[in-house]
């Protein structure tokens, strides 16, 4: 069999706002961490990293600007990795809070999420006896009540706040309809083709983190955008490796990283980002894909370029 001529974008997700310090040492959430992390992720293959930041004492999730202004420059100044900045950093901040980091740096690529939703972490409040801090656990107990809210006004406001700015968007879409959500923004004009889609598969909240269901969401948007579109996986939790390499051999790109997985296989922490970046490229170069480099997937996904953000 030839080998794939499409390369592989594989994305790292440093941080996020799911995980707290408590469920793993590796989690990064001082800024010289998300950094090193970030920076040995890129080494290990990642041509994109997706960022959060966090409280640099508490590990407290944050979307204020100086929490990245801590990281950014560190990472650009030691790796060429595209940086793509989360406006999804927290479930109870409005969407105009949560673009102020996109705003202000300008990346090359940002998250925008494609509708609203529970996006609940409930369960892992009951996971945990001790913490290391008083807030990772009413924040995890208390997220069975919140809304992620992303309405088509949302979506609407950011897209145009941030047009300016040449800023890929990865859309991340948690089940079916939100795909239905994106085309119609297209329809719209608030998007044009083609559009870089992650398809999050096992969040709670959104659809569960099955191979069925990741073809169902590949057949769905094969047939409301045609050739119009790039997409990516994240299995979130202990699906992350099998859909990866699933997503792979259907002709997608991948995402890892602690902010949706702690583990490097089932039961067993991950030492670091860099670490299951590793393992996935392992993965994927044993059956024959080639890694993309950043400049390669600055050219796949047609990128402003590193030279054009601001910072
Ligand atoms: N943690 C992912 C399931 C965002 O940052 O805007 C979703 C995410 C959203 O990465
Ligand atoms: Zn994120």
């Known amino acids: 069999m030839t080998k794939p001529s499409r390369k592989v974008i594989i994305t790292c997700a440093v941080t996020g706002a799911i995980h707290t310090p408590t469920m793993s040492d590796a989690l990064p959430y001082r800024p010289e961490d998300i950094a090193r992390q970030a920076i040995e992720a ?31 420059p560190a990472i650009r100044a030691a790796t060429g990795a595209v940086v793509n900045l989360s406006t999804g950093g927290s479930l109870n901040h409005t969407v105009a809070e949560r673009i102020a980091p996109a705003l202000r740096f300008s ?8 509708g609203s ?42 897209a145009r706040a941030l047009a300016t700015h040449g800023i890929k968007f990865e859309h991340e879409c948690y089940d079916v309809g939100q795909l239905y959500n994106l085309k119609f923004c297209m329809d719209s004009g608030l998007f044009e083709a083609p559009v870089f889609i992650q398809f999050v598969l096992g969040i709670l909240g959104g659809i569960g983190a099955d191979l069925e269901n990741l073809v169902f969401m590949k057949r769905t948007a ?63 170069e044993e059956l024959g894909h080639e890694i993309a480099t950043p400049d390669e997937a600055r050219a796949m996904l047609a990128l402003k370029g590193a030279d054009r953000v601001a910072f």
């Open 222 to 284: 094969d047939k409301l955008f045609g050739t119009g579109y790039q997409w990516s996986v994240l299995g979130a939790g202990a699906s992350q490796m099998q859909l990866a390499v699933a997503a792979a051999t259907l002709g997608g790109h991948v995402r890892v990283g602690l902010e949706d997985s702690l583990q490097i296989a089932r039961g067993e922490l991950a030492t670091s980002n860099a670490q299951q970046v590793a393992k996935v490229r392992r993965l994927l």
């Open 42 to 72: 890129a080494e290990a293959g990642a041509a994109v990293l997706h960022l959060h930041a966090r409280h640099p004492q508490t590990g407290a999730v944050s979307i204020e600007p100086e929490r990245f202004q801590a990281f950014l």
């Open 107 to 114: 990346p090359e690529m940002c998250s925008l999420n494609m």
């Open 117 to 158: 939703m529970n996006f609940s972490m409930h369960p892992l409040a009951q996971r945990y006896k001790q913490w290391k801090f008083d807030w990772e656990e009413p924040y995890l107990r208390e997220s069975d009540g919140y809304i992620f809210r992303n309405t088509f006004r949302d979506i609407g406001m950011a």
